[in-house]
């Protein structure tokens, strides 16, 4: 059965730092791989996704992140975090071809302080 | 214009109430789906329907209840309610026609059972 790790479950950084959020998923096949944001109060939203070619796929917002196939990781990442970044972040993952069944980590919490 | 948009957006009921959640998208996709959000943030698929037909039924207890009238409309009817559903619920859509289903979410519906 497929399955999403995030390992960080809450983060806390001030403006301007480094962001660097992990992701591994468990498939053997093909993958989809998504990264959701989900502000205060508000529905989830598309940051970025990758099926296939360059690794590094670039989002939303200044986000990106790197599929590396051999760890089974799609790590998300921002070079300088703001304030209104502050939000929920889902890895997500669905099997190439499995039709819109997406399997979510549990969500890291990142607050970013002014 | 609200691409995906749900009814009502919170509800608050007693338990063993019977209740429904409406949701409509308007992007012209043809699958939609229902996902759970429960306290932890967790998030996990319920079901999807393409063109109005079942295709997948996560292991849900049957007081649950999808109905899809058209594939512009999936509502969630839930029988018999208990403390445990209260949760958040996200409506999806998405194109099954594309490379890979990016879903597009609605603003959930928060349910509360007392």
């Known amino acids: 059965a497929q399955s999403v790790s995030q390992h960080n479950h809450h983060v806390i950084l001030s403006e301007a730092a480094s962001l660097e959020l992990g992701c591994n998923y468990s498939?053997?096949?093909?993958?989809?791989l998504f990264w959701y944001v989900q502000y205060p109060g508000q529905h989830l939203q598309l940051l970025l996704k990758?099926?296939?070619?360059?690794?590094l796929v670039k989002g939303i917002k200044g986000f990106e992140a790197e599929f590396i196939k051999s760890k089974f990781s799609f790590n998300l990442r921002k070079p300088s975090v703001q304030w209104s970044d502050t939000a929920e972040y889902f890895c997500?993952?669905?099997?190439?071809?499995?039709?819109?069944?997406?399997?979510f980590g549990q969500g890291t919490t990142l607050q970013v302080k002014p | 214009d609200t691409a995906v948009s749900q009814t009502p957006k919170y509800l608050v009921t007693q338990m063993g109430n019977d209740k429904s959640i409406k949701c409509e998208q308007n992007?012209?996709?043809?699958?939609m789906y229902w996902y759970k959000q429960d306290s932890k943030k967790f998030l996990k698929i319920m079901f999807s329907?393409?063109?109005?037909?079942?295709?997948i039924n996560e292991t849900v207890p049957n007081r649950f209840s999808p109905k899809s009238p058209d594939k512009a409309h999936l509502n969630l009817h839930i029988n018999s309610l208990e403390l445990g559903d209260s949760a958040v619920y996200f409506c999806?859509?998405?194109?099954?026609?594309?490379?890979?289903?990016?879903?597009?979410f609605g603003a959930g519906s928060r349910l509360t059972v007392l």
């Open positions: 498939y053997g096949g093909t993958v989809n």
């Open positions: 999806a859509s998405s194109y099954s026609g594309g490379r890979a289903n990016v879903l597009t």
């Open positions: 997500a993952v669905n099997a190439a071809g499995n039709t819109g069944k997406l399997i």
């Open positions: 329907y393409n063109n109005k037909e079942l295709i």
């Open positions: 992007l012209g996709h043809d699958t």
């Open positions: 990758y099926f296939s070619g360059d690794p």
